[in-house]
């Protein structure tokens, strides 16, 4: 894409925390580089496109985003002085221990106020606040339940099955019916793409190399 652009602008930083690359990764491209004698500017385990751009091109234009409106003024002002030179210019307000700007927390009462949209001013003790969190966790479940089951119902009437979540299947015996609601035998219908299913291997997160 970025060849066939006539002009380009690339956003990022180069003080932040680099792509993470774990080790087997890292000695694959490294045998790859050395093998064709790569330039090192596209060697993606040590470069973002940011850097790699900064390396290969490294007489153009450059401009620092400077309004900072994300960490806490104390959080970005060691950023700052450490990192930026003192260029940034921090516009955040200190926040309260609930972490947000319209609420306000009394450790010792445990009770939260705040302003609601229609800005009426209310308060409310923390673990009514938690228990009303609770229950509309709970709601949103039962309406997910739901919506799987009527979509479920609609794959039945069209002569289809819906796969289920293995842990559905867990107490399934051969010889018992499906859990998928098809009416047919667990054998006969998702047993071999349940048993599939758990041989896929997650996805994880790349170790990080000492």
Known sequence: ALSCAKKTVIVGDLKQLPNVVNKEQKEI???????YNLPN?????????????????????KALLKEHYRCHPEIIGFCNQKFYNNELIILTKPRNAVGHNNFEYNGITQKLSFTTAKGENKSAYLIDVALECVSLSRSAYVLLFYVYELKRYCFLQKGKRLLLNPLFYRLAKPQNHCPCGSGAKYRNCCKNDV???KKIKMMRYPK???
């Open 208 to 210: 990080m190399s000492s």
């Open 29 to 35: 491209t490294d045998e790859i580089f050395s093998k």
């Open 195 to 197: 048993e599939k299913r």
């Open 41 to 61: 500017a596209y060697r993606f385990s040590d470069h973002s496109l940011l850097s790699t751009m900064t390396e290969l091109f490294p007489d153009l234009p």
